[in-house]
């Protein structure tokens, strides 16, 4: 195994697994001097990656003006547990997007980038549901970042223990972390015994998800 | 069940239960225009939530010098699959604090900060490692965000289906997310029977911490 304490990973296969895995993404901008963070769900589709809101909303009419931006994502893959406080960690993987959002315009295109969101997050069921109305859609902004300015940092493997701490008789090593799902929660309308949906009985967190090259 | 589909939090009480339950946080400010947004432990001690960071990064040392700043954890409880695509949504808890950090100067202060960093991560681990030496501490900038400026939002429950999708034949509910800890993984100078660490044994992401009221 090797030791990789905290890589800059520039790969963009390896960007685009943990965009792709990374189930809601932090969205950073600024209002009037003040930084904003906010939880949003993506779909990266391409090149670009697609995140969307009410058009009511602060942080989505902002964005839509083209201020700089910042998307992030970050997976926890593990607790490194050293011999020394200092070098206790975790292990990580994290994607920095910086850029300007563009107003995805068409319905068409507006709607595709909701079939992404909901593919990527629950795969199978958007043939499922009743599609987007006209009206649904109207108020759904959807915005655009490009993968231009991108990076990613991952630390992954063993405690990095300082040679002089090695003799300690302290349990080192890592304790994975995984997001796991609990049994599907019928609400009160639907049969609890109803397997009718092969999108909750397949769900899983580790998917591999197959979203079309482009939207647009 | 309550229909609760989005909510705004003002109770400190919940506030502190999110913060504490969170293991990372996302953190947001400004670079010359340009918002960047960063994964980062923290840490709530009483009013105050610290994170820290090297001497070197950027990150630490603009935050230092008292720009505004957004710190924002979220916790994923689960997917809300709706009978419409349109109201398919995330059972989550996230809060949103704004406010200027400083920098904790003292190392006592400093090293009651990386204390609480690691007992609200690995409780019980902060006893059984080497602590940190005076050089270490000297490498590390701790700031401090005060409670000030602090909200939270919360979606809990079924999903909230329009009346008319009601009579679909769709699977409607919710699919609950858990993060889980696998098997602990000893490092190569780690006895791979060894169960000497309280803290490894004992460690579950459905912890509840126990904070001191305040560090200085």
Redesign the interface.
Same mark, same amino acid.
């Given at each position: 195994?090797r030791r990789v304490p905290s890589r800059a990973v520039y790969d963009r296969a390896a960007i685009d697994e943990i965009l792709d895995e990374a =189930?809601?993404a932090?969205?950073?901008?600024?209002h009037e001097?003040?930084?904003?963070? /906010?939880?949003t769900?993506h779909a990266r589709v391409g090149d670009t990656v697609y995140f969307h809101g009410s058009a009511a909303s602060r942080a989505i009419r902002t964005l839509s003006s083209g201020v700089?931006?910042?998307?992030?994502v *970050?997976l926890?893959d593990g607790?490194v547990?050293? @011999?020394?406080?200092?070098h206790?960690s975790?292990n990580?993987r994290?994607v920095?997007m910086?850029g300007s959002a563009t107003a995805v315009a068409g319905p068409d295109e507006r709607r595709l980038a909701?079939?992404a969101f =909901?593919e990527r997050? /629950?795969p199978g @069921?958007?043939v499922?549901? @009743?599609?987007?109305?006209a009206k649904?859609l109207k108020g759904?902004r959807v915005l655009a970042l490009p993968l231009d300015e991108t990076s990613a940092k991952v630390r992954t493997g063993?405690?990095e223990d300082d040679r002089s701490?090695?003799e300690?008789?302290?349990?080192?090593?890592? /304790?994975?972390?995984? !997001? *796991?799902?609990?049994?599907? /929660?019928?609400? @009160?309308?639907?049969p609890p015994q109803? !397997?009718?949906?092969v999108?909750?009985t397949t769900?899983t967190?580790q998917r591999k998800t197959n979203t079309p090259r482009s939207i647009a």
């Open positions: 195994m =189930m809601i932090h969205l950073g901008f600024v001097g003040q930084p904003f963070v /906010i939880p769900l700089a931006a910042c998307l992030t *970050t926890l607790l547990l050293a @011999r020394s406080a200092f206790t975790l990580y994290s920095v910086l909701l079939q =909901m997050l /629950i @069921r958007w499922e549901v @009743r599609p987007p109305s649904e759904t063993p405690p701490d090695l300690l008789p302290v349990w080192a090593g890592v /304790i994975p972390l995984h !997001t *796991t799902a609990g049994a599907p /929660i019928p609400d @009160r309308l639907t109803s !397997t009718a949906s999108a909750v769900w967190p």
